[in-house]
Structure formats: structure tokens, C-alpha cells
């Protein structure tokens, strides 16, 4: 099945600074890439997601890349906001039959003032 | 998101006794999901279903048992809870390829 593996497990930035997360995956049949964010105590919340047959896609201060070659893709948040505090979660949706999501571990970002 | 719901919020039970957790949603979305989180392992896959009377197996299924006899309704069962089953249980939903979560029920099995 699909593992999906994701770095850093903690990113302490400064306010304003930009942020990255990192997951790579094995399926090379994958074709769908979310990326959710939890708050503390809460659910977690899809925030942008990507597709196969896109390389980025942006949406305000935060991106997806994808490289489908490689296997691997990222979440890029810029000038970042204490609000922006969270576990952050990529996954990924495999292209056999009904696939479910797999998880990366989770990053937990830290912004401070 | 008030349209997948969980109960309870939080839960504590007994070694070996049942437990059931309930998941409504009211999209009429074909899937759903039981998922668990815990510290270092992030979200796992339980059990899924496809449509009504249609259940699969996840990655960690043992010593759970799910049953969907109407769209709307995926519970979820713990025959027998053991401690190892304490964590946070997360419901979700999806017709296509978002996935979206209920609120969680925290359970600790002592």
C-alpha cells in the first residue's frame, strides 16, 4: 500500500519568516495530494490540495509544488502568522479501485510573535 | 462543517467492556471514514465504506467492527476495549476526493 512520509516533525519560524513541509510518497499511481491543518483540540481541515496533473498551485500566502517524478511534494507557507500555529498533515489518495487517503505523521508548526 | 456530527465528544470506559461511537452525516456522501489519532503515528485508517452495506478494512482494524445499514450513519464498534484502544477517533465523509472530519470522540479506556 501507499506510505507517505513527511519532514520536519516540528518547524519552529519567526513571525513573517516562510515555512516548509516536505512529504514524499511511494505510489507512483497516487494522483491526489491534500494537505490538512489541525488546530489544537480540533479537526483537521483541508486548507489546498494539488493534483497529478499540476506542478503548483498557490492559493494567498500558501503553495503546493508537486514532482511527480521524484515523488514528492510540498507545502509552502509565506510570512507567516501565529495563527498559522498548527499540525499541519499531507496525504495522499492512490488510482486503484477506491483508494483511501494515507497520512503523513504531521508536522507541528510553531510561529512565534 | 456542521454536517458530520460524532458522539460522544469524550468517553471513558472499562477494560473489556463494548463501546459504540456514532457518526451522522447529512451530505448523503457515498464514503466515510473511521480514522484514529495518536502522538506519533498521526491518522490512521480504521475502517472505510463505499456506500450502504459496504464496509472495508483499513490499516488498523483489529478489534473494531463497523456496520453502515443507512448512507447517513457509519458507527463504530469496540467489541472488547483494551487501553491500547485509548485515542482520539475521527469520522470523516467525502464524495469525491476531500475528505471532511467530524469533531472527534476522545476516548480513554482504564
Known amino acids: 500500500g501507499e506510505n507517505v512520509e513527511q519532514h520536519p516533525s516540528t518547524l519552529s519560524v519567526q513571525e513573517g519568516d516562510s515555512a516548509v513541509i516536505k512529504c514524499t510518497y511511494s505510489?507512483?499511481?497516487?494522483?491526489?495530494f491534500p494537505w490538512y491543518k489541525q488546530e489544537l483540540g480540533k479537526r483537521p481541515q483541508l486548507i489546498i490540495d494539488?493534483?497529478?496533473?499540476?506542478g503548483e498551485k498557490k492559493d494567498q500566502r500558501i503553495a503546493v509544488t508537486l514532482n511527480k517524478t521524484a515523488k514528492h511534494f510540498s507545502l509552502h507557507i509565506t510570512e507567516t502568522q501565529p495563527e498559522d500555529s498548527a499540525v499541519y498533515f499531507c496525504?495522499?489518495?492512490?488510482?486503484?479501485?477506491?483508494?483511501?487517503?494515507?497520512f503523513g505523521k504531521g508536522t507541528m508548526l510553531l510561529v512565534s510573535p | 462543517d456542521a454536517g458530520i456530527t460524532q458522539s460522544p465528544r469524550y468517553k471513558i470506559t472499562e477494560t473489556g467492556r463494548q463501546v459504540t461511537l456514532m457518526c451522522h452525516q447529512t451530505?448523503?456522501?457515498?464514503?466515510m471514514f473511521w480514522y484514529r489519532q495518536d502522538l506519533g503515528h498521526g491518522l490512521r485508517l480504521i475502517y472505510y465504506s463505499a456506500a450502504a452495506d459496504i464496509t472495508d478494512k483499513g490499516e488498523v482494524p483489529d478489534g473494531y467492527v463497523v456496520s453502515r445499514s443507512k448512507t447517513e450513519n457509519f458507527p463504530l464498534t469496540l467489541e472488547s476495549a483494551t487501553r491500547s484502544q485509548t485515542s482520539v477517533y475521527f469520522c470523516?465523509?467525502?464524495?469525491?476526493?476531500?475528505?471532511?472530519f467530524g469533531s472527534g470522540t476522545r476516548l480513554t479506556v482504564v
Open positions: 496525504a495522499a489518495l492512490g488510482n486503484s479501485g477506491y483508494s483511501t487517503l494515507t
Open positions: 470523516a465523509s467525502s464524495e469525491s476526493y476531500g475528505y471532511t
Open positions: 505510489d507512483s499511481a497516487s494522483n491526489y
Open positions: 451530505w448523503s456522501h457515498s464514503y
Open positions: 494539488i493534483r497529478s496533473n499540476v
